[in-house]
């Protein structure tokens, strides 16, 4: 073959999806045929990019109970994700370089996929070091598991935001303002909700909107908040995760503590609301928020952590709710592969000529339900259980396939940490 590698079928290129072949060669897209002898051909099944989850929680180093590099990897590359942005709220809170080495060196030996490594600030201190080598910077406005709140006044997130610009690092906010936040009982999702009430995000957010700067609001969640979004200036974004589009504080759960989460789920006002948001474009992607617990952690409601896991089955319940109707498709692929790919790592998300060979092979037709047995995240459980899902049966990461036909064919330590590569080379800030 003139290439390292081909496929071939049913192609998403530039929108639409044509019969078409693509040549890999050192892992990047070569060519775009009609055809390429040789090419593996997948017929009437659909060849998209694969997916960017920009918010994952890995736990490693620090909690490995509850996952790890390589189960959070695994169980992202099953749901069709080529690359992670793990947040930093890991053990030690990653902000300051000696916690960077060690979380990279972790990572790097573990990773089955690409990744990237967000910086957080603690005690105002913000590492120039640890920020050239991190996708971006997370500021949490409140209180959330790894107890980190970036307290800042208007002043320091006008300066933050500014300073953050001349880094071309997007800044992304977990929005919920302390000020309306509440210590009370809670014994339930409806007193969680108490406790961190719709006030708080929209309170939040509009003050995040009101800055002007680009900026990226994570996991919306509220009626209030997704309504804001229509102010949104230039360079600001926002994301919805899976659980505030498919539960709501009324669901079924195996378990309540299984549908407590920051911030909190709502009610089925603020579910639809923040589909019709997605819709309309007011919320640009949908990342996962994963965020997993163990089973005994999650037993007893009071003093059960928050954190829903979900990062392999993101993309499969959304391309479900396309075949259910919720969700156009080409919406669905701007949502959920674009455009994270284009605010955070824009070297993947498309097939076009230059960009990483990372593919998800789709039959439209294959509904399954989710059981959390098949999943391969460290936590096993999970709130979707029995909604449908249509998975990937294969993933290619820069021209490997890494999952064939629903199985594992990776290895650990393939996975790179695609913004360590750039600062060893000619990023301009290095
Ligand atoms: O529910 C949440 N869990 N919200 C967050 O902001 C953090 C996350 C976690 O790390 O468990
Ligand atoms: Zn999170």
Known sequence: MEFDNAVSGRIYINGEITDAAVGIEHGRIKAIKK????????????????????HVHFRD?????????????????????????????????????????EKEHTASKKAVIDYGLITGIRNRILEEKVLKRSPALKIYMAETTGGVVNDLDDL???????????YEKP???????????KKGEEKSLKEHLKNRPDIAEESAVKRLIKTGKPLHIAHVSSKDGAELLKNKTDGQTAEVSPHHLFLTL???FENPAYGKVNPPLRTKADRDALWDALRDGRIDMVSSDHAP??????????????????VETALPLMLAAVKNGLLDFKRAVEALIENPANKFCPQKGSIEVGKDAD???????DIRKIRAEDLHSKAGWTPFEGMDAIFPSSVYVRGNEIIKNGNFEGKKGFGRNLWMIKSAGHNRHS
């Open 171 to 181: 800044v992304i906010f977990h929005a919920e303002d302390p000020k309306f936040m």
């Open 35 to 54: 055809h390429i002898p040789g090419a593996k051909d997948y017929g009437e099944r659909l060849i998209l990019p694969a997916r960017v989850d920009p």
């Open 61 to 101: 180093p620090g909690f490995t109970e509850k996952e790890d590099f390589f189960t959070g990897t695994l169980s992202a590359v099953f749901g069709a994700v080529s690359c992670v942005l793990d947040m930093p709220n890991t053990s030690p809170f990653l902000y300051r370089y000696h916690a960077f080495e």
């Open 359 to 365: 593919f998800i092979i789709i039959d439209m037709k």
């Open 293 to 310: 617990h163990t089973i005994d952690e999650k037993e007893e409601f009071e003093t059960s952590p928050s954190g829903i896991p979900g």
């Open 156 to 166: 320091a997130l006008q300066y933050l935001l500014n300073m953050m610009k001349d």
């Open 250 to 252: 009324d669901s079924e």
